[in-house]
Antibody
Framework: QVQLVQSGTEVKKPGASVKVSCKAS????????ISWVRQAPGQSLEWMGW????????NLAQKFQGRVTMTTDTSTTTAYMELRSLRSDDTAFYYC???????????????WGQGTLVTVSS | DIVMTQTPLSLSVTPGQPASISCKSS???????????LYWYFQKPGQSPQLLIY???SRFSGVPDRISGSGSGTDFTLKISRVEAEDVGVYYC????????FGPGTKVDVK
């Protein structure tokens, strides 16, 4: 069965960086893209960006350009999302999820990781 | 960016009764490829979101047929024909034309 298993809770100070991992299994890793979506406490969902494990192409929401790096390691079927220059309003659950972008549209995001809580506090 | 709005933002339903959630987009979600990129997600308390509906009205694997989606253009609806205790949580619509955005969510609880 398709599974996305994320790394554990992180506590960071303002200005630091965090790197969240997402281990995929149960499907051909390079056949689907990985999106990253975050959810601040009590808030809705916010799409951050997407990466193709097939060729490494990324597509980031404008808000995160310059501050987020998305990568994949096909040998371990793991996706990574690094967020730099952390601020208190980056405190949120960060989810990886499977879905593929075709031009300007995205297919259904059908499987989600369990989420990684990142807390930014001095 | 396309803005998604949902009404109501909260809903309390008697078990066995129907429920309906409206989702509106600020622009048409009908793409030039002829498909409409509207999705519905459900998030139980303390869990990750899960896909319910894709392409406006197609149920994802394992989603019961008492849950249905409809609509076109900018107006969409999620209906639950008979609410059960397991339906408690937050429902989000999402549009799939870049940059992708979600609605604010509709919190459903059972009376």
């Amino acid at each position: 069965q398709v599974q996305l298993v994320q790394s554990g809770t992180e506590v960071k100070k303002p200005g630091a960086s965090v790197k969240v991992s997402c281990k995929a299994s149960g499907y051909t890793f390079t056949s689907y893209g990985i999106s990253w979506v975050r959810q601040a406490p009590g808030q809705s969902l916010e799409w951050m960006g997407w990466i193709s494990p097939y060729n490494g192409n990324t597509n980031l929401a404008q808000k995160f350009q310059g501050r987020v790096t998305m990568t994949t390691d096909t040998s371990t079927t793991t996706a990574y999302m690094e967020l730099r220059s952390l601020r208190s309003d980056d405190t949120a659950f960060y989810y990886c999820a499977r879905g593929t972008i075709f031009g300007v549209v995205i297919s259904e995001i059908d499987y989600w990781g369990q989420g990684t809580l990142v807390t930014v506090s001095s | 960016d396309i803005v998604m709005t949902q009404t109501p933002l909260s809903l309390s339903v008697t078990p066995g009764q129907p429920a309906s959630i409206s989702c509106k987009s600020s622009q048409s979600l009908l793409h030039s490829d002829g498909k409409t990129y509207l999705y519905w997600y459900f998030q139980k308390p303390g869990q990750s979101p899960q896909l319910l509906i894709y392409g406006v009205s197609s149920r994802f694997s394992g989603v019961p047929d008492r849950i249905s989606g409809s609509g076109s253009g900018t107006d969409f609806t999620l209906k639950i024909s008979r609410v059960e205790a397991e339906d408690v949580g937050v429902y989000y619509c999402m549009q799939g034309i870049h940059p992708f955005t979600f609605g604010p969510g509709t919190k459903v609880d059972v009376k």
